[in-house]
Every structure is written in C-alpha cells, then in structure tokens.
C-alpha cells in the first residue's frame, strides 16, 4: 500500500503508466469533486485516467483520500474503458 494506506504499489504503477492526454480544466473538475464528495463526475476515461496520473505523480493521494477507490471504480465502470485501461484488481 502506498505511504497514506489507500493505493496499492500495482495501482500506483497503473496509474503513472497512463495516457495523460486530457484538458487541464476536466482533470481538475475531478480532483476537486473527489476532494469534495468523494465522488466522480461523468466525463471520458482519458480525463479519469489522467487524473490518476496527476494524483499520483504529483504526490498528491493525501487530497483524495478513499475518493482514489471510487476513481479507480469509476475507470473500470467507464463503458469506454479498454481492457487496457482497466486498473489491477484488487486483492485485499
């Protein structure tokens, strides 16, 4: 698990092997609502994909907190999400 207990090492390494390739102002309307709600707007799997990235490049886990299960959640319900973009199951 990472330092603050809610990423898996797998999810973290999913996480920065993704495509960042999203507009700024939509990554930043899912980190706030994670922040805020603990929840995910809908917007495509890119946008919640790179908002993975960020979280987890930037250090930044701490803001979210267990809003990072509802975002992997929200990765894995996308019904435009790939196999590929599918973050790793978890075991615990």
Do not use: I, K, N, Y
Request: no cysteine; glycine share 6%; charged share 30%.
């Amino acid at each position: 698990m990472s330092q603050d207990g809610v990423a898996t090492e797998v999810e973290l390494e999913w996480a920065l092997a993704g495509d960042v390739a999203a507009p700024d102002e939509q990554v930043e309307e899912v980190l706030t609502a994670l922040r805020a709600t603990g929840r995910t707007p809908e917007v495509g799997v890119d946008v919640l994909r790179a908002a993975a990235f960020r979280l987890v490049s930037e250090d930044r886990l701490d803001e979210v907190g267990r809003g990072w299960l509802e975002l992997l959640d929200a990765v894995r319900a996308h019904p435009d999400a790939r196999l590929a973009d599918l973050p790793p199951a978890r075991t615990d």
